[in-house]
């Protein structure tokens, strides 16, 4: 992952783009994109994350997403095999989070995701 582009991932409801999580000065944030939220179908990532169209804003990083982490011995062979510090829990989502159990994956954000 390259170090110098911004903190920013595109979050994914199983092949839709849902929303979009920053890493910010203040702490993280969370969005969903409007086309997503216009869906009729569309469903929450989580039901600590309800859908809106106000930004979700936390000092640390939403226990939802730390969730999706790996622990354990696997969470040091990802750390040691990518070298990301254990403590950047955003950098290590981004890289480790994008083909998740379950439903939802998190994937550095693309050139289309400037705009929520």
Known sequence: MDRKRKN?????LGDRK???????DSGYCFTYRKE???LPDAEPVSLT???TDKPYMSEKLFPFFIGLLPEGWFLDICCRTLKIDPKNKFDLLVA????????VAVR???????SV
């Open 8 to 12: 920013k991932a595109d979050v994914y």
């Open 18 to 24: 849902a929303g979009i999580l920053e890493g910010t």
């Open 36 to 38: 997503y939220l216009s």
């Open 49 to 51: 994350l309800p859908l």
């Open 96 to 103: 480790t989070c994008g083909e998740c159990i379950g439903a």
């Open 108 to 114: 550095p954000a693309d050139d289309e995701s400037e």
